[in-house]
């Protein structure tokens, strides 16, 4: 107990002697600045006036980035209102207009001899026709509503003929609803199938061109060239 007040005491002291001394020093501080307040002021306007430039410069930086911040956000969710405007009026159309649409869409970004099955017991290829350099497109389109899920069953039916029977070199399938299953999208992916959900699909609508979507959701890139016909 006694060396403990004897700690305390000794502490106590050696702050009394740091204020003491603290006081001292701002005394003798003062005293300088003031002989020497010619040559001090100068010197404190320019500190202070680049004090206050720096924080009012990191005060409109970090407004500006809030506001890019805000304006970025803002536009994701108009981006994303309009996509869903315009699957609005995707979703209204039969499954045999949305296979038109799709081909349309198809013509709309160069692609060539553009045809659609229309019929029932076409092995997957709703839609065929010719990118720009010639490649083989097959397309698959399933129209879902948003919150279903394209099924691993659907994805492996199109696997299977969109390479040996219909010698796509790049397999597109497309579809209405929001998701693919984590193993129908694995299937996609390890088949080179491209996987356009409805998101996707609201920017191909919006304007994307279809070369720019073939990579985002499985390569389906195709590996062959065929000659143009």
């Not at 309009?82 to 207009?97: K, N, T, V």
């Not at 229309?118 to 389109?141: E, F, H, N, P, T």
Request: glycine share 10%.
């Amino acid at each position: 107990m006694a060396a403990r007040r004897r700690r305390w005491r000794l502490k106590k002291r050696t702050r009394r002697q740091l204020q003491g001394w603290g006081v001292v020093v701002a005394v003798a501080t003062a005293v300088w600045v003031a002989r020497h307040w010619a040559a001090v002021w100068p010197v404190l306007v320019t500190v202070l006036a680049a004090a206050v430039m720096g924080g009012t410069a990191w005060a409109l930086l970090r407004a500006h980035r809030r506001a890019v911040g805000q304006d970025r956000i803002w536009r994701a969710q108009e981006e994303a209102r309009a996509r869903e405007l315009s699957m609005a009026e995707i979703d209204a159309l039969s499954w045999q207009g949305f296979e038109a649409f799709i081909a349309d869409l198809c013509r709309r970004d160069g692609c060539r001899k553009v045809v659609v099955s229309g019929k029932s017991g076409d092995l997957g290829a709703d839609v065929i026709g010719y990118l720009a350099d010639g490649r083989k497109l097959v397309v698959q389109c399933k129209k879902y509503a948003p919150h279903r899920s394209v099924s691993s069953q659907d994805m492996q039916k199109f696997v299977g003929t969109a390479r040996l029977e219909h010698g796509a070199d790049v397999a597109l399938f497309v579809t209405t609803c929001r998701t693919f299953t984590k193993a129908a999208l694995g299937l996609a992916l390890r088949q080179d199938i491209v996987a356009l959900h409805r998101d996707l699909l609201g920017s191909w609508v919006k304007g994307a061109h279809l070369e720019t979507l073939i990579p985002l959701n499985g390569s389906g890139g195709g590996a062959r060239r065929r000659p143009s016909a």
